[in-house]
Structures are given as C-alpha cells and as structure tokens.
C-alpha cells in the first residue's frame, strides 16, 4: 500500500511519527505494531482497520495480547470462524451462569424475607427472645 502511495519508508516512518528503522521492522515483520498504529495506517491509506487487516490471502491480522496492543497473523478465515464461535459460545455460557446465579441470589432474598416473617411472628408470640 505504501508503494502505491509512492512513499518511501522514511515518509512513512515521519507521516507515524517513528524512527526509519523503527518503521522498517514492522514492514519487514521484525516489529508488532500496536493498535494506534494500525488506526494510524489506515487512516494514511483511508481504508477501514479491518479491511486494512485482511491480507488477502486468505489470513488476516488478529490482535492478540491481552492489552489489545500488538497483532499477529493467524489462520484462514475457515479458523477464524470456528474461533468466534467458539467465542460466541463462551459468551453464551456466561450469560446462562449470571442468569442461573441472578435466580439463585433472587430465591435466596425470598427465602431470607420469609425467615425475617417467621422471626417477627415468633418473636410478637413470644416463643423467640
């Protein structure tokens, strides 16, 4: 994309505010780019992130540490599927768990107002101190 723009690496590397060597690393492969880095790309070649994350060859750039900064290449779209559906799933799961755990605590503070019901009636009857 650089190439198309007619840009070198040193345009490129002072239109991102970095060193020459800095940029080269990252074109070569050498270097991650964070995600600022990548907004930053495709606003240079005013394409959205994802399509400037598509690689075309059936691969596609997923940004994987657990700060969401840097980027790897990983599979083909066929993986990337199965992944977000297995994601998806997780995701399901979780809500079924905080549903299930919603319905516990709610059961619990019926329980708990019926004791406290008990309680006070026992107590006015005199067989609780």
């Known amino acids: 994309m650089r190439e198309s723009k007619n840009w070198t690496q040193a345009d490129m590397a002072e239109k991102l505010n970095m060193s020459v060597g800095g940029y080269r690393k990252i074109e070569q492969g050498q270097s991650k780019a964070d995600h600022h880095k990548l907004e930053r790309f495709a606003q240079l070649f005013d394409v959205d992130l994802l399509e400037l994350m598509s690689l075309g060859d059936g691969h596609v750039i997923f940004i994987g540490d657990s ?63």
């Open 67 to 129: 700060n969401h900064s840097l980027c790897n290449v990983i599979g083909s779209s066929a993986e990337i599927a199965f992944e977000i559906q297995k994601l998806q799933m997780a995701i399901t799961h979780k809500d079924e768990t905080l549903n299930h755990k919603d319905e516990i605590i709610d059961f619990q503070k019926r329980e708990i107002a019926r004791l406290e019901e008990i309680i006070a009636l026992m107590k006015k009857a005199g067989d609780f101190n």
